[in-house]
């Protein structure tokens, strides 16, 4: 074996570079910003035909409507409330799931800021066909218990639509009068 002569010069000048690197600099580290996507540009409210607003984030691939939301008694002052709507695929599509998890929450509020939640959690699919409008009472993940008889008004509510695992967004719908004991 024999041993290279390291030149001086050489060997500085690489310290120095590798000073360059391992001292940090006095000027801010540039970072991008997250990058988020944006919001949809046709969730806009529309007036539903019953009374008041819905806004439907995919909308260049399904259009939803409210026929109406529903109460049904289960006691003397509460009931469930079910929401019926009629559904028209844009997209090549034969199915949709309505409903929620942790990430989709599902809740009403009525006029007195009461939040009722769900029968359960979850997705309920739906079949549907493209082109025609589907009348859809939303069964159990749509169905909201223990709402006050006397909330005559949903201040909110919202569910969640989902086509695909890509394509999926929350309903909103505003200041719906509530049919208490009148089947959909």
């Given at each position: 074996?024999?041993?290279?002569?390291?030149?001086?010069?050489?060997?500085?000048?690489?310290?120095?570079k590798a000073?360059?690197?391992?001292?940090?600099?006095?000027?801010?580290?540039?970072?991008?910003?997250?990058?988020?996507?944006?919001?949809?540009?046709?969730?806009?409210?529309?007036?539903?035909?019953?009374?008041?607003?819905?806004?439907?984030?995919?909308?260049?691939?399904?259009?939803?409507?409210?026929?109406?939301a529903y109460?049904?008694?289960?006691?003397?002052?509460?009931g469930e409330?079910?929401?019926?709507?009629?559904?028209?695929?844009?997209?090549?599509?034969?199915?949709?799931?309505?409903?929620?998890?942790?990430?989709?929450?599902?809740?009403?509020?009525?006029?007195?800021?009461?939040?009722?939640?769900?029968?359960?959690?979850?997705?309920?699919?739906?079949?549907?066909?493209?082109?025609?409008?589907?009348?859809?009472?939303?069964?159990?993940?749509?169905?909201?218990?223990?709402?006050?008889?006397?909330?005559?008004?949903?201040?909110?509510?919202?569910?969640?639509?989902?086509?695909?695992?890509?394509?999926?967004?929350?309903?909103?719908?505003?200041?719906?009068?509530?049919?208490?004991?009148?089947?959909?």
């Amino acid at each position: 074996m024999c041993a290279t002569p390291i030149q001086a010069q050489g060997f500085g000048s690489i310290l120095k570079k590798a000073k360059k690197v391992l001292t940090p600099s006095s000027e801010p580290a540039k970072t991008e910003a997250p990058q988020t996507k944006p919001a949809a540009s046709n969730a806009a409210e529309e007036p539903i035909a019953t009374g008041g607003t819905l806004i439907n984030p995919l909308k260049d691939k399904v259009d939803v409507q409210l026929v109406g939301a529903y109460g049904k008694s289960t006691s003397e002052n509460y009931g469930e409330v079910s929401l019926v709507l009629k559904v028209k695929m844009i997209a090549n599509k034969n199915e949709i799931s309505i409903g929620g998890n942790s990430n989709w929450p599902v809740m009403l509020i009525d006029e007195e800021g009461n939040v009722s939640e769900p029968r359960y959690l979850g997705w309920t699919p739906y079949s549907v066909s493209e082109g025609i409008y589907m009348k859809i009472i939303l069964k159990d993940s749509s169905t909201f218990t223990n709402v006050k008889k006397s909330a005559k008004i949903i201040q909110k509510a919202q569910i969640a639509l989902s086509l695909s695992y890509d394509e999926k967004g929350l309903l909103i719908m505003k200041n719906v009068p509530i049919q208490w004991d009148v089947q959909p």
